[in-house]
């Protein structure tokens, strides 16, 4: 079947614009325990799921190296199974309600694929191929089975499986032949983001022909499962953004692609928000296969408005990111070729941060056209302790934050706009295409002018610069321009953003830093219509 726009030829019965990936505890963690198992169903699916134009549920209710389920597995162990006594209230609380449900004769996955069919939604398990939340404490924990505390001679280092022990890939397949053949799944993920690395680099040869050779063994279970349902059955990867990064590691994606082995491709970061990413490489990679192509969006942190109390910057605001936001993201990824979005911890968006209690935005982010009239916040990614540089030593530091210096004076980053807001400008329906940047330490001597497209832009500071006003803490200041006013509105496609550091304060030996940048965009828009 040909997905929307691709003319790829999916092997999935339905095209797939939207996927939402959850991480499992929806109706475990922030619920209080026990619940029914139909307060569980509501838990998960009516916030993010009922209603919206999701196409697939990926449930994350496997996780290694532990091998441990949040389902009632035989081939492996019930999460908690084994602990009397939980050293958190969290793991009781799940262990709780699983309990419960397995003890009334309840598999929570059975149940899962059995609502989200019922609301015409595919339902894949997401497999966390080399988690590493087991690692927070050395003690036991409902995390860890037996096979893992037994068999040190099986564990890195960092007390993750090694993929090069056929133990360890042995007890990998047999967990995933019991999901494709006992539980009415659609497909199943490998998540190689939870966490990054599957054998020593120093073996990265050795390690990826056994894990393609793992690739294509796990191709056939889902074949063969495909002949006993009836139905297709899906594999999916999701990988580092940064594509070099894959090859350090050992993931060798195009040979997947080529093999047709996998269906779904997601490029993501690890935990950070990151709004632009260099997708070229899996687009084109994957361009003429059966494999479509997606980008994460990633609802945490990494937004100036979620690291940091808001209050400093905008005098208040609920924390994490914003439907502009969001909108923004997503057109980022459209312009750049993907099939469409999928969604990594977005209980954020409804739960943690309460920015979006009814995760509305989901109505509007399967469709790039209906985006590109509505409000945007384009934001420069930000390194934060998440970024890919923590785990690939190829991964470059995100562009912000950036210190200028009389020695190091520019500073430079790109921002893909999803919007021809040149032509909304000439047709009047552009209200402002507002260029925000944050600088910290500037005084009254300083000089600072930005290049948009290699031209300057006239702008101004907020507060003012001037000696006896107000500013905010420790000389943080905005240079503001709105380029739809100054006749620089940007077409649809990537641009690029200059800071050039023209004089500093002589007195100061410390640098200025470009903290965070964003374009935020409005349309001037009639009564009724959502901004």
Known sequence: MSADGTGKRFRMGKPYRLIINDDGGRGYWNWVAPLTADQYLDALFKPQIEGK??????????????????????AGEVRGSRFPLFET??????????????????????????RGHALGKDVWLSFRFNDHHHVRTKRQNSKS??????????????????????????????????????????????????????????????????????????????????????????????????????????????????KGWVDVLTASCFHSAEQEADLAAFVEGCRG????????????????????????????APNGPSTEHYRAMALGAYEQGVDGLYFFNLHFAFERYATHGDVAFLHELHDPELLRGRDQTYLVSRQTHDSHSRFFECAPLRPLPHTVTP???????????????????????????????????????????????????????????????????????????????????????????????????????????????????CFWHKPGVPR
């Open 289 to 316: 296969s059966r494999t479509l192509v997606y980008w994460c969006v990633e609802s945490t942190a990494g937004f100036p408005n979620v690291e940091y109390d808001r209050t400093i910057y905008y005098g208040g």
């Open 89 to 114: 209230v969290g793991e009781w609380a799940l262990a709780t309600t699983l309990r419960g449900m397995i003890a009334q004769g309840q598999d929570p996955l059975t149940l899962i694929c059995d």
């Open 407 to 521: 020695d190091e004076p520019e500073c430079a980053f790109g921002i893909t706009v999803g919007a021809d807001l040149q032509q909304a400008a000439a047709d009047s329906t552009l209200r402002s295409a507002t260029l925000r940047l944050c600088l910290k330490g500037v005084t009254p001597l300083d000089e600072i002018t930005v290049l948009w497209d290699g031209e300057e832009a006239p702008g101004h500071i907020e507060p003012p610069l001037t000696p006896g006003t107000w500013q905010q803490w420790m000389g943080l200041h905005f240079w503001v321009a709105d380029l739809a006013q100054i006749g620089r509105a940007p077409k649809r496609g990537r641009h690029e953003c200059t800071v050039r550091l023209k004089r500093r304060n002589p007195d100061v030996t410390e640098g200025i830093v470009v903290d965070f940048a964003e374009l935020a965009v």
């Open 145 to 258: 089975s037996q096979l893992y505390e037994g068999r040190l001679d099986l564990r890195l280092e960092d007390d993750r499986w090694d993929y090069r022990k056929s133990e360890v890939r042995d007890h990998v397949y047999a967990l995933l032949r019991e999901a494709y053949g006992d539980y009415d799944v659609d497909g199943v993920e490998l998540d190689f983001m939870r966490s990054p690395g599957t054998f020593p680099k120093a073996h990265l040869n050795e390690g990826k022909a056994l894990l393609n050779a793992l690739m294509e063994k796990l191709r056939g279970l889902a074949d063969e499962a495909a002949q006993k349902k009836g139905r297709p059955q899906g594999l999916a990867v999701r990988l580092p953004s940064h594509e070099p990064a894959c090859a350090e590691v050992g993931l060798d994606w195009r040979t997947w692609v080529k």
């Open 53 to 74: 134009p999701v196409d697939a549920l990926f449930w994350c209710g496997l996780q290694n190296p532990s091998g441990t389920a949040n389902y009632n597995t035989r």
